[in-house]
């Protein structure tokens, strides 16, 4: 079998909304940190709660730790919308849910530098059939009520990751100036 590596959109670094300038090999792309794109998805049910997944050892950014936010690269030739709905169904088996989209920022650091185009959904099992994990791609993952998810991240040394916690901090001012519903 023919391992053909993913192709990723490279993004003017800094500009909202993004302009593709040009593609790299993921591999590439994250021994050299160039600016791409991800979409990221806060999965919710209708009691609120969030869904937090542990990242499997073997992920090439932020291995082993927590996060909030369901998502990947955006590939070459792909549109953020259709990369939400790709990544929900990888990770996570779902599919047809509603995505509501919500903010694109810049997140950098010295592992990474990247677009995010977050959204969110709520998760029917009615509707959307289980969670089933990627075994690939997420560990292990539970629902954690709004409060019982806030004071955990306010934990000293709790294992998530950062690009999720800085998300989640503009999720959550964003919440607090128009409540979730």
């Not at 979409?39 to 730790?65: C, M, N, Q, S, W």
């Not at 997140?107 to 530098?113: E, I, N, S, W």
């Amino acid at each position: 079998m023919l391992n053909v590596e993913e192709i990723v959109a490279l993004y003017a670094q800094g500009e909202v909304p993004g302009r593709i300038v040009g593609t790299a090999p993921r591999t590439r792309m994250r021994r050299e940190n160039l600016p791409h794109a991800a979409v990221k998805i806060l999965v919710r049910d209708a009691d609120g709660r969030v869904y937090v997944h542990r990242r499997t050892e073997t992920k090439d950014l932020f291995p082993d730790l927590d996060d909030v936010w369901i998502g990947g690269v955006i590939t070459a030739g792909e549109e953020p919308d259709t990369a939400a709905v790709r990544e929900l169904h990888e990770e996570l088996g779902l599919r047809e849910c509603e995505l509501r989209p919500l903010d694109q920022h810049w997140y950098t650091d010295a592992h990474t530098d990247f677009l995010a185009y977050t959204y969110e959904t709520v998760h029917d099992p009615e509707r959307h059939g289980p969670i089933v994990h990627q075994q690939a791609e997420v560990a292990d993952g539970w629902w954690l009520a709004w409060d019982d998810l806030t004071a955990r991240l306010a934990e000293p040394g709790s294992p998530f990751a950062p690009d999720g916690r800085e998300l989640l901090a503009r999720y959550t001012t964003a919440r607090q100036a128009r409540p979730y519903r």
